[in-house]
């Protein structure tokens, strides 16, 4: 098709009104967006442009279509109203952090902790593959918000992509349509963020990142955070550049509000890495012994953190949905999970049984009849569902949903709360001495690998704040940035970690977990309030094994011990590990978090 047809689809457009709506359909008077997606679609070359509102009616029609061409088909409708099934190809079931790159003008920018390429060399190689990609497709405009929409926090973009699954998921997980566009237009800027499914070849997939253009451009991959580009692209990698400059944080962190019989709620935000549990954490049922508390839920995967006037730490979530890991979510681990996805929820990669029900490994009821790919279950061809097979479902289905999620001035944070999963070494809970001592902590997170990522699972690597793969620049600079916003705190929030996954020897978890996991909350709570006393080690304060409450849990005095003392070689050995890795950001780091890193090294070693 030529650039004058692709064109003339735009004014045709245009000129109809919306089947729907009655409405004429938007474009833009932005003239910057204008060319903006004038020039992607000369050089794409859709068959036809589509301005998304957010319509409740423009994403049933989008279904519609996609069930007519096969893209999603319908699960049960009565057991499950309104949810589809999406099957990826099997070469593209999640991130790829080999395939990611940040492209900033200095290699030292991006850092060790980034794949690099120059922009102009990014460019030219991510718009080769673009040339023509979209034809015989139709060209989505997203206007998106990242936060809620009259919040000073938040943060607009415009995803372009060729790809009605991620139209869909976009409407689910962000602020997306009219109201986004009229404050993009209002503010006179935005993050590009163009995608394209591609050929869908693993050989030419790529995820780039302009942070100093504000844009990204991801082709290849039709998968979540490859391609739902106001997640890990736009709301990590670029903001986290975009906030250094700006002064705020923008965190691979769940935000969650904890309440107490008394009515008094603490906000805390949780940072682990992809698929360790945040969004069962952040969706928490109490357990019966703690009757009277109640869990709100604020996000389970972004939280984007400033410093307000007073300057205390307020947080908001820039998402309003999730996409989360399936895998495991049943009435015990999650149960608001668990009902939430039992409507208006996109299913990827899970099987489904005889009648055409959702199922996954974990979910303890049925059976499969037919695998993530679509082929007859045959256990001889591993799982049923894929370890990363996801939902997608709007924050509103969660009944724990807390409505100050949509407050614009956010909530204010008390704790911060770093962990991974790691089968040794780290204790249940650890409280860091001081905001300094906290970011060391934070940068030395370490987790086992998961299957949220392409590669191996089960390798333990460094995953510093949980931002490895999100982090849009530096990490040098980075835990300086750290540093430097704790001064610009009046109220600095406590600093913890957790570890919810240790391990005795012969492979069983110490810790119950899930919905137990609120007993070493109400410890941290009871911390930031001054309330109860701990044992100061070198790796910071922790707590009496008496104070973490263990009535009605079936925890040996043994299996307690370990989960609250530390060995002291060990923790001698990490530290050493902790420093090793830190000498890997060379000159750029910190000498604070060196310092931090030596004193508790040598105290250990006493
Ligand atoms: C996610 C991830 O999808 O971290 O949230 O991989
Ligand atoms: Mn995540």
Avoid at 81 to 104: K, Q
Avoid at 219 to 236: D, E, Q, V
Avoid at 417 to 432: D, I, N, Q, T
Avoid at 484 to 491: D, I, V, W
């Amino acid at each position: 098709m030529s650039i004058m047809r692709a064109q003339l689809v735009t004014d045709e457009t245009a000129q109809n009104k919306d089947k729907h709506t009655g409405k004429t359909p938007m474009t833009t008077k932005l003239a910057a967006l204008q060319s903006w997606v004038d020039q992607v679609a000369s050089h794409t070359r859709p068959d036809a442009i589509r301005w998304c509102t957010g319509s409740d009616a423009e994403y049933d029609e989008i279904v519609q279509k996609m069930l007519a061409d096969g893209t999603l088909t319908a699960l049960n409708k009565d057991r499950y109203p309104n949810c589809y099934l999406h099957l990826s190809d099997p070469s593209d079931v999640a991130r790829v952090e080999n395939l990611t790159f940040v492209c900033t003008q200095s290699k030292d920018d991006a850092g060790p902790n980034n794949n690099w390429m120059k922009p102009s060399d990014g460019h030219t190689k991510i718009d080769e593959l673009f040339a023509a990609c979209m034809q015989g497709r139709t060209m989505y405009v997203l206007p998106y918000c990242m936060g809620p929409i009259d919040s000073p926090y938040s943060r607009c973009g415009v995803e372009i992509t060729d790809s009605p699954y991620v139209v869909v998921n976009m409407k689910l997980m962000t602020r997306m349509g009219t109201k986004a566009l009229e404050r993009i237009e209002s503010e006179g800027y935005f993050v590009r963020a163009l995608h394209s499914t591609g050929d869908l070849d693993p050989d030419r997939r790529f995820i780039m990142h302009f942070p100093d253009e504000l844009s990204i451009k991801s082709i290849g991959s039709g998968y979540g955070g490859n391609a739902l580009l106001g997640k890990k692209c736009h709301a990590l990698r670029i903001a986290s550049y975009q906030a250094r400059q700006e002064g705020w944080l923008a965190e691979h962190m769940l935000i969650v509000g904890l309440e107490s019989p008394d009515g008094v709620i603490h906000y805390v935000a949780c940072a682990f890495p992809s698929a360790c549990g945040k969004t069962n954490l952040a969706m928490l049922i109490p357990p019966k012994s703690m009757p009277g508390w109640k869990v709100w839920t604020l996000g389970d995967d972004i939280a984007w953190l400033h410093p307000d006037e007073s300057g205390k730490l307020r947080a908001i979530n820039p998402e309003s949905g999730y996409f989360g890991v399936v895998p495991g979510t049943n009435e015990k681990t999650n149960k608001n999970a668990n009902d939430m996805i039992m409507h208006d929820t996109i299913f990827t990669n899970v099987a489904t049984t005889d009648d055409n029900e959702p199922w996954w490994e974990g979910k303890q009821t049925g059976r499969p009849a037919k695998d993530w790919q679509g082929r007859d279950y045959n256990a001889e061809n591993g799982k049923a569902a894929h370890p990363n097979s996801r939902f997608t479902v709007a924050a509103t289905n969660n009944r724990a949903y807390s409505s100050l999620a949509e407050a614009p001035e956010g909530v204010p944070i008390s704790a911060i709360v770093f962990g991974g999963r790691r089968k040794e070494l780290a204790p249940l809970v650890y409280e860091a001495k001081s905001w300094e001592h906290g970011v060391l902590v934070g940068a030395g997170v370490a987790s086992e690998t998961t299957a949220a990522s392409v590669g191996e699972v089960g390798i333990v690597r460094r995953d510093p704040m949980a931002m490895k793969p999100f982090c849009g620049y530096n990490f040098a600079d980075y835990w300086a940035h750290w540093l430097e916003f704790g001064n610009n705190l009046t109220h600095l929030p406590k600093i913890f970690h957790v570890n919810w996954f240790r391990q005795n020897t012969a492979g069983d978890f110490l810790w119950p977990g899930f919905g137990e996991n609120l007993r070493v909350l109400n410890w941290i709570i009871e911390r930031c309030e001054g309330r109860v006393d701990a044992v100061e080690t070198p790796i910071g304060f922790l707590p009496y094994p008496t104070d973490i409450d263990t009535t009605d849990l079936d925890i040996s005095p043994e299996a307690l011990q370990a989960l609250t003392s530390i060995d002291r070689d060990q923790w001698h050995a990490e530290l050493k590990s902790v420093g090793e890795y830190l000498d890997t950001y060379g000159d750029r780091l910190p000498d604070a978090l060196r310092q931090q890193q030596e004193m508790i090294a040598a105290e250990l070693a006493n």
